[in-house]
Nanobody, 116 residues
């Protein structure tokens, strides 16, 4: 049963921008918390998370600091990843991550390709 739905991936030139969205489905109780990515031949790695009440506490991988921004809507139903100054090494499948209690959930993944 699908709990998290991602959108916004695609092909972009180096230096370009994309915005990824991750929304929980209408029947889901999963709270979307962040983004991971996996490039071919590599392990899945953390990109950014946003956790906690209020505006949330954010955490970023060193490789994306200053270029990517994670945000969410007030109801905590949707998490966004704003990606600027994209580089070819950002090419990967991006996965949304969420939790209900101790149970973890993953989205189906969305491809981001940075190439000229």
């Amino acid at each position: 049963q699908v709990q998290l739905v991602e959108s916004g991936g695609g092909l972009v030139q180096p230096g370009g921008s994309l915005r990824l969205s991750c929304a929980r489905t209408r029947i889901s109780r999963v709270i979307p918390l962040g983004w991971y990515r996996q490039a071919p031949g590599n392990q899945r790695e953390l990109v950014a998370t946003i956790i906690g009440g209020g505006g949330g506490t954010t955490n970023y991988a060193d490789s994306v600091k200053g270029r990517f921004t994670i945000s969410r809507d007030k109801a905590h139903n949707t998490v966004y990843l704003h990606m600027n100054s994209l580089k070819p090494e950002d090419t990967a499948v991006y996965f949304c991550y969420g939790k209900v209690g101790l149970q973890e959930y993953w989205g189906q993944g969305t491809q981001v390709t940075v190439s000229s």
